[in-house]
């Protein structure tokens, strides 16, 4: 892993600040524009994870680490997936199937939009902090003190 | 046709390599061969996936894997008759298999008819984004796509519980 204390890589770090929020940025869009154009949370998670990554490359896992606390990732990990089962459930409570998303709002279009939304939403948050995870498994084992 | 051949090639490169970094990056290309393949299907979405996701995410674990493994693959002398040969078998039974299926782009073929005309005609009436694919994906198999967050949330929950963070069991 890139050490933070070391001078030479300051290119590396000014790149990398200009180029995060733009990732972030990106993943946000293929988020939430994913019922328009190509994409949708999934892809939106591993790019937006893939920010993370590269912060945690360039700035060093200790940096990383403060910015996104363990506790936090391991909650949004199962946030994710308890979103998507919600929806589901709260289509079931509305009188539909299980995730049938026409019966959320008053329109079938406007409650499938709901639905679309909410679900793309839960896959996004549980992939990236399922790969910001992974990622950090990988890199703090690899690390040999 | 252009890329299949690069795929091939790139296929044979990794068959033949050693070193496994190497081997990585080669991955990492083939998946964007395989985007750039899907792009010309006009398979937008799913190249979306194969490039992010094969390319940067996969590529990225893998060299993680390495570091905590070796970088060179072993090498065995040995040669066996039986792989070989079932290898092959198993191959010519595929191909063979493919040869009943509908020429490619086959407006008749099952695969077309059956639900497919359904989910192009009545997406905008029913679900109303302009998007089929996402339709799809989150709509109409919406159960298809809860398996697949919960096997994501299963590979987090595993490579958790096999590599674990270290911190805890340091601390002295």
């Known amino acids: 892993m890139a050490n933070p204390a070391q ?29 328009i154009g190509p994409g949708g949370g999934f892809q939106a998670g591993v790019i937006f994870a893939a920010a993370f990554i590269l912060y945690a490359l360039v700035f060093g896992m200790g940096t990383a680490r403060a910015v996104v606390p363990d506790r ?57 902090s399922v790969m910001i995870i992974i990622f950090f498994a990988f890199a703090e084992r690899g690390v040999r003190p | 046709m252009i890329l299949l051949g690069f795929l091939t090639v790139t296929v044979l490169a990794i068959i033949q390599l050693r070193d496994l970094f190497a081997v990585v990056m080669l991955f990492g290309i083939y998946s964007f061969l395989a985007a750039a393949l899907f792009v010309t299907l006009d398979a937008v979405d799913v190249a979306f996936t194969e490039a992010v996701v094969g390319a940067g995410i996969a590529s990225f674990l893998m060299l993680g894997t390495l570091a905590l493994t070796v970088r060179r693959e072993k090498t065995r002398r040995k040669r066996t008759l039986i792989p070989l040969l079932v290898v092959g078998v198993v191959g010519a039974t595929l191909i063979y298999g493919t040869l009943d299926m509908p020429h490619f782009s086959d407006p008749s073929a099952p695969v077309h008819l059956h639900v497919a005309p359904h989910y192009l005609e009545s997406t905008q009436a029913e679900i109303g984004i302009p998007n089929v694919v996402t339709a799809v994906l989150a709509s109409y198999r919406g159960y298809d796509t809860l398996g697949e967050i919960i096997v994501i949330f299963t590979a987090g929950l595993g490579v958790l519980a096999l590599l674990g963070y270290r911190k805890q069991r340091e601390k002295p």
Not at chain 1, 107 to 128: D, K, M, N, R, W
């Open chain 1, 72 to 128: 936090l990732l391991r909650v949004l990990t199962g946030t994710g997936v308890l979103l998507y089962t919600g929806v589901g459930l709260a289509s079931l409570l509305a009188g539909g199937n299980f995730l049938d998303y026409s019966v959320l709002a008053a329109e079938q279009v406007e409650g499938q939009h709901l639905g679309i939304f909410l679900i793309e939403l839960g896959v996004g948050i549980t992939v990236a």
């Open chain 1, 7 to 35: 001078p030479y890589n300051m290119v590396l770090r000014v790149a990398a600040k200009m180029l995060i929020p733009l990732i972030l940025m990106f993943a946000l869009y293929v988020q939430f524009h994913g019922e």
